[in-house]
């Protein structure tokens, strides 16, 4: 094993020396760089949720930094698969589940970032999380709980078995410890798994802490909750997790397999739910429309002519057949519900704005109305159908079963799809518990002191080519097997041709640099980069893999440091 050499405060151009501590990457997934300082604060802030929830004898540092990588992966690669799809969270749904969460906590207004400020926590740290968060459940939304289908049968025999003749129910609150397995384990990875999830059990029975395991070994979505699953009654859990719901409070279940890991579940607290008392029959309405939007900065000519426009869709609408409605819908409605043709399917009183709740209600089935004006803008209503539903009905209870059985499925689903988005992943791990305040050797080896000294004069001499513009002795620099992000070599070198020659100056400072050898042929050079040009000032955190290509280094692979 070859040691890693830290130079601090080397400058390759003459600039402030920075501190002596160096801040590495603990690893690179999918060609995004995570470093050692974002993981040690993920594990510090672990530490403090692990005392704030009173575990007496919180996780080793080695464990929770070993979570918080692990964590940290997972979230990344999350992040990026919702960066694929082009999904985006609006400031506007970060204020409104900031409020959100002040109602919940009986907060007013602004109290919320005064409460977090007291804890030493940043208001701006919190939102960007926040908008993260939001921003996972819409790829799950997309990527996992819209593929799940309820059949009409499970539906049925839901209702018929629970809510038909209704009876008093034990509700228990689970949390569970999950281990994941690759998406097509070996017999050996399967046996090695099951047998972490058996030594887990075993602390537990001995008395470990619950939620200081979960901290520590847990790798399902709700880890950060203290592995909380949420309250489950029969048949609103896999049928593989029901032993759990004979389990008196405290008690823990055998390690339970599944497509995705081993589960081991904990029964937190239980409750009794009596059958909701029957109700009076309701009137539900299925409506269409096609809605305009008025901008709030418009000006009265541009609200007048939107007005005159949906005047004419109105009157055209009036006597037009239920395909005509939906295809004007489609083709003139503002509205998410425009590719459906305007269908916002079947609601009762209370699920609407009023404006909009009392014209629908007040056509007969298959009238449309003329303009109704509301918060949204101007709608063109058309009243589909109407119906009465009994409160005990399938109908009544459709859409409640219907998000019970989905969870269900999701949390079979859930854990297999992540299982799979991560074996795809490009991961490389490094050590950061070897790169936190590293010191030259004081005898260090002749060879290992030769090649740092190589790959010095290789940074150096790549650095001095992209300042002096020089096209060809920069290129030099790169190997042939150098894999540039989203190009190919060919397209990046004429893309570097054309940015680096667009330049009239250029100059690139380099401070903080650490070379750490993988091995005899491969090295990891780190550093701060200081970028100026005539047009342009940036400042990043790089890395270099470096190969040795006879007796020269090449660069193979070049990364930036995603920014926390």
Known sequence: MRFTILLTAILMTCSAAKAETFDSIAAVINNEAVSC????????????????????????????????????????IQLQEAAILELRVSREEVEQAVQKMEMQNNLMPGQLEQALGMQGMSFDDYKRNLKEQILIGKLINIAVRSNIKISEEALREYHRK?????????????AQIFLPLPSEPSPAQIADVRNSAKAIHAKLLAGSDFKQLVAVHSESPDRDQGGIMGWVMESGIAKRFSPALEL???QITQPIRSPSGFHILKVMQERWQEPAPAG??????????????VPSFSDEKTSAKIRQRAEEIAKEMQGASEEEFITRAKEASQGPSAGKGGDLGWFRRGMMVPEFEEAAFALDAGGTSGIVESSFGLHIIRTVAKRKIDPNSLEAHRDNITQILTNVEMQEQLPRWMSGLRSKARIELHDCSSMDVLQIPSQPDTAVQQDAQELLNTAEGWRKAWSERDIEAYFSFYSPKFS?????????KSYKKKVIGNKSYIKVSVTNVSIKFNDDNEAFVEFDQRYESNRFTSEDHKLLIMEKNGPRWQIIKELVQAQS
Not at 280 to 293: G, Q
Not at 484 to 492: G, I, M
């Open 484 to 492: 540039p992000e989203k190009k190919t070599l060919e397209q990046w």
């Open 162 to 174: 629970y809510l038909a003749n209704p009876q008093p129910r034990r509700e228990v609150e689970l």
């Open 37 to 76: 300082y974002d993981i040690q604060r993920d594990a510090d802030t672990m530490l403090m949720q692990l005392k704030t929830s009173g575990v007496e004898q919180p996780a080793s540092r080695d464990q929770l930094t070993k979570r918080a990588l692990e964590s940290k992966i997972v979230k990344t």
């Open 280 to 293: 009076e029959s309701y009137e539900e309405v299925r409506a269409r429309h096609i809605l305009l939007k």
């Open 248 to 250: 008196p409070v405290g």
